[in-house]
């Protein structure tokens, strides 16, 4: 008989016990596993999308790419001029021939013409490295200094000037000294000369 | 003996209604349960096909990255951008003298001549300026109070005045130094 007493409220206790225990299990399932599994998939997600993003940008690139060599192909003209305009090699014989030509047409004489290297003098002629592979290494913008002595008379040197200005390679003049002595003008003019090379 | 019931009828069947509930509840809880593995199942499956999506991805932008970088004309390209490039910066900073010597012949005297000139690129001019006298030496230098010519020169300096021989007679040599304004000289004139 008083087995028969206590059988209901034993029940009633393992219920309550088995609720409690599932909760608990259910909480430390959905903490321990379901959350940082939740938080990894977001971050993956996330890494997903820059995935995609930066595909996306090396395509455009890459499309840009192959529309710039499809433009250089058919602007051989174009690519002359830019290389008149600032030369991928910096001799110096080439900017004075250049030089003398302008002196010439303009109908001054020059008196002198002189080059002045960096104090790190650069290679000009026989790199072999760069011959091989014309567009393959680095290049920046160097500039080269010439002192030049002309004389004529100011309206033959203002033409010198148009022409200096006005060339097909950018020159500069940077300063410019003239001195006339008994109405025989000389001109003195710094130029600095410009090129793209390694 | 007859058993007796101390027991109240009524209350027996209160017990019963508990644990059903709490069956229930357990019944639910264990659905609760296996719902949150079955996520769990999913969520680990997810995250695997997003691995492999990134990883695809990767693999596929390493290889459009090798193709353009050993395409055979980019280092034409490039160096033909960078070319571009110092071009835009030179011709911006470009130097137009020609202008400079007419401007400077418009201010100047009609009695006076230069015996020399220095200008540099700074804006800096120096002038040996040769007049027939210390009036016409005055009045030179009066041209650049003027508005209508000084506009390209300012701030004239006046740094020695003397008398020298020109041809068979006696002139005033004035050594002055003046500024004129660099950015007339990077205008292309017409």
Redesign the interface.
């Known amino acids: 008989m008083a087995v028969f ?1 206590n059988q ?2 034993k ?2 206790q393992n ?2 016990l ?2 409690v225990a ?2 608990v ?2 909480v430390l ?2 903490w321990f ?2 959350k940082p ?2 938080t ?2 977001s971050e ?2 996330a ?2 999308v820059q ?2 993003t ?2 996306q940008n ?2 455009q ?2 499309s840009a ?2 529309q ?2 499809a433009k ?2 058919s602007s051989g003209a174009d ?1 002359t001029l ?2 008149e ?2 030369p ?1 090699q910096n001799r110096p014989t080439h900017l004075e021939v250049l030089l003398d030509s302008l002196i010439t047409a303009s109908g001054m004489k020059i008196v002198d013409m002189d080059f002045q290297p960096s104090e790190d003098a650069e290679v000009v002629a026989g790199d072999k490295t760069t011959l091989e ?4 290494t680095n ?1 920046k ?1 160097t500039t080269t200094d010439l002192a030049l002595t002309i004389s004529g008379s ?1 309206e033959q ?2 033409n010198f ?2 022409l ?2 006005t060339n097909g390679r ?1 020159v ?9 002595e008994e109405g025989n003008p000389v001109f003195k003019i710094k130029l600095k000369a ?1 090129s ?1 090379v390694p | 003996m007859a058993d007796i019931n101390l027991l109240d009828n009524s209350a027996s069947d209160k017990p019963g209604y508990a644990l059903a509930g709490a069956g229930i509840a357990v019944k639910i809880l264990i659905g609760v349960l296996l719902l949150v593995v079955l996520y769990y199942g999913y969520l680990r499956l997810q995250s695997s096909r997003t691995q492999k999506a990134i990883d695809d991805l990767r693999v596929q932008t390493a290889q459009a990255e090798s193709e353009a970088l050993t395409r055979t004309e980019r280092g034409e390209v490039v160096t033909r951008q960078g070319q571009l490039q110092s071009l835009d910066g030179l011709i911006k900073d470009h130097f137009y003298w020609s202008g400079l010597l007419p401007e400077l012949a418009r201010v100047t005297l009609k009695s006076a001549s230069y015996a020399s000139l220095q200008a540099m690129s700074t804006g800096t001019l120096n002038l040996d300026v040769i007049v027939p006298s210390y009036a016409d030496a005055d009045k030179y230098l009066q041209v650049f109070d003027l508005p209508q010519f000084n506009e390209q020169f300012s701030d004239v300096k006046v740094l020695s005045i003397s008398k020298v021989q020109s041809g068979s007679t006696v002139a005033t040599q004035l050594k002055i130094q003046l500024r004129f304004n660099p950015e007339f000289i990077k205008k292309k004139l017409q």
């Open positions: 007493m209901p409220h029940s009633a219920s309550i088995e609720i599932l909760i299990v259910i399932v959905g596993f379901v599994q939740m990894t998939l993956r997600k890494l997903l995935a995609r930066d595909y090396v395509e690139e890459k790419l192959a710039l060599s250089l192909k690519i830019i290389d305009a600032l991928l592979n014309v567009y393959g290049r913008l100011i040197f203002r000037l148009q200096v200005e950018i500069d003049v940077t300063s410019m000294d003239m001195v006339n410009y793209y």
